[in-house]
């Protein structure tokens, strides 16, 4: 049984459904033969049709189940992938950020204050270095010389 799990489940599920309806198959020609031989009551062919019927409906309601099973897998998968997207979307934004915050930190107090009296003004150096114009009017008041 264990080439069974390897296959998708439809198909498992046809095999089944075949080797179950060759087995009622064989259990009908044995009767038939027994019937010429030695004569079957109608009753016992009956009770067999109805048999194969409720096989073939267990089939069925199985074979939708599998199907409904499938579905909810194939939901499950895309959905994961979706979020796989919007993870590697999240890394690489948190990647330029990382890169943005070592390049603000190549600055230094002594660099902002050079461009301050070079007649930027902190929001004009902030955009030049990345660094927050709070920060720059910060390293502005404690550092006027660039120390």
Same mark, same amino acid.
């Given at each position: 049984?264990?080439?069974?799990?390897?296959?998708?489940?439809?198909?498992?599920?046809? /095999?089944?459904?075949?080797? *179950?309806?060759? %087995?009622?198959?064989?259990?009908? /020609?044995?009767?038939?033969?027994?019937?010429?031989?030695?004569? %079957? #009551?109608?009753?016992? @062919? +009956?009770?067999l049709k109805e048999l194969i019927?409720?096989? !073939?409906?267990? #089939?069925?309601?199985?074979?939708?189940? /599998?199907?409904?099973?499938? $579905? %909810? *897998?194939?939901?499950?998968?895309? $959905?994961? +992938?979706?979020? /796989? !997207?919007?993870?590697? @979307?999240?890394?690489?934004?948190? $990647?330029?950020? #990382?890169?943005?915050?070592?390049?603000? !930190?190549?600055?230094?107090?002594? +660099?902002?204050?050079?461009? &301050?009296?070079?007649?930027? +003004?902190? *929001?004009?150096?902030?955009?030049?270095?990345?660094?927050?114009v709070g920060e720059i009017q910060?390293?502005?008041?404690?550092?006027? $010389?660039? &120390?």
């Amino acid at each position: 049984m264990l080439w069974c799990a390897s296959l998708d489940p439809t198909k498992t599920l046809l /095999i089944i459904q075949f080797v *179950v309806q060759a %087995i009622l198959l064989g259990v009908i /020609i044995f009767f038939v033969v027994a019937d010429r031989k030695k004569g %079957i #009551s109608p009753s016992a @062919l +009956d009770d067999l049709k109805e048999l194969i019927g409720q096989t !073939r409906q267990l #089939s069925d309601n199985f074979s939708n189940q /599998i199907k409904t099973e499938v $579905e %909810i *897998v194939k939901g499950a998968m895309t $959905e994961l +992938d979706d979020k /796989i !997207r919007e993870a590697k @979307l999240l890394m690489e934004g948190l $990647e330029k950020a #990382s890169v943005n915050v070592k390049e603000v !930190r190549k600055y230094t107090p002594s +660099d902002v204050a050079k461009l &301050h009296k070079g007649g930027f +003004d902190p *929001v004009d150096i902030s955009r030049i270095t990345g660094i927050p114009v709070g920060e720059i009017q910060l390293m502005v008041k404690m550092y006027p $010389e660039g &120390h």
